[in-house]
């Protein structure tokens, strides 16, 4: 069984939706954000049912009034936050930051082979296999303290390097 809600506003929808959809979708330029518009405009008709269905007042200026103010609400909130981009936008940045870190990796691993090769293997154990200072000791065969040094002295190299090459981070 239907309430009397449901059935105001399928009658408000009925006789009003086509030319509300018209005007907000000369307000938005969008037909798909109209019709988001025209949803919420209906939705806060059967949110005040009652007091609409029983005043004597036309319901059409109240209705686009609703929808104007929605439709500002809208630009405004599209104002305050980021620009939404479609999907083929979305894989051209994608394919714009994996191009960058390409070539970002390309200036580091030349800016390595510029180094001793110390350097490169305690560079290599610490940063590109994530080896505490101990471990990478370990596996170099030097005490932690030399790992701690060349380390020091391969990052301000490598630094160094790819500040001569114009790499900025």
């Known amino acids: ?10 009658a408000v929808y009925a006789e009003h939706a086509p030319a509300l959809l018209s005007y907000v979708t000369r307000l938005t330029g969008d037909r798909s954000r109209a019709e988001d518009i025209v949803q919420e405009t209906v939705l806060r ?11 004597d007042r036309p319901l059409r200026p109240w209705l686009f009034t609703v929808a104007a ?18 999907p ?18 390309w200036q ?9 090769p110390v350097h490169r293997q305690v560079i290599a154990e610490t940063y590109y296999r994530g080896y505490s200072v101990n471990e990478a000791a370990v596996v170099l065969g030097v ?19 790819l500040e001569e090459r114009g790499w900025t981070p």
């Open 69 to 86: 103010r929605l439709v500002v609400d809208d630009r405004r909130a599209r104002g305050s936050r980021p620009q939404e981009v479609s």
């Open 1 to 10: 069984m239907e309430d009397q809600s449901s059935t105001f506003v399928r």
């Open 143 to 161: 005490p932690p303290g030399t790992v701690k040094s060349r380390a020091f002295y391969a990052l301000r190299a490598l630094r160094l390097a």
């Open 45 to 55: 008709a059967w949110r005040h049912a009652e007091q609409l269905g029983s005043d």
């Open 108 to 116: 580091v691993m030349d800016a390595l082979s510029t180094l001793s």
């Open 88 to 105: 083929e936008m979305l894989e051209l940045a994608a394919a714009d930051d994996r191009l960058d870190r390409m070539l970002d990796h």
